[in-house]
């Protein structure tokens, strides 16, 4: 299948741009990319809070009344989720990179593992929408 799915996205220019800028970024590769860009289209046209919601990595606060709970990630799309989770496993075992250190300094502050690799999540899925805002593809043709 992933040879079927690199002949489609040779073929149709606009999702050959997105997928080649995603994988431009650290931790993507091919499957990450399309994953991302199959499971959410909307990548690129979104604010920050927006792409949080979506991917599954914005914290929600539970709230009833008077009770406050922790905030917890939930919802958004499984597949983007997964594919940002194997990313930032990625992202944090390579020192020299950015989300490293933001990562180490997380844990340093005694946060979990698993919510200080959820912000990285968090942070990666912000930063490819970001990217492909900058390419400021028409929407109509792709």
Excluded: W
């Amino acid at each position: 299948t992933e040879q079927l799915s690199r002949v489609l996205v040779e073929k149709h220019q606009c999702l050959s741009l997105r997928v080649k800028r995603i994988r431009e970024e650290h931790g993507f590769g091919f499957i990450n990319a399309i994953t991302m860009v199959a499971s959410v289209p909307e990548l690129g046209t979104l604010n920050r809070n927006q792409i949080g919601a979506l991917t599954g990595t914005a914290p929600f606060i539970r709230k009833s009344g008077k009770y406050t709970g922790e905030a917890k990630i939930q919802g958004g799309r499984t597949a983007s989720r997964r594919a940002l989770y194997t990313a930032a496993i990625t992202v944090i075992r390579k020192k020299e990179h950015p989300l490293h250190h933001f990562y180490k300094r997380l844990v340093n502050k005694q946060k979990p593992k698993k919510e200080a690799l959820t912000a990285v999540m968090r942070k990666l899925a912000i930063r490819i929408n970001s990217i492909l805002k900058d390419l400021a593809l028409d929407p109509m043709t792709c």
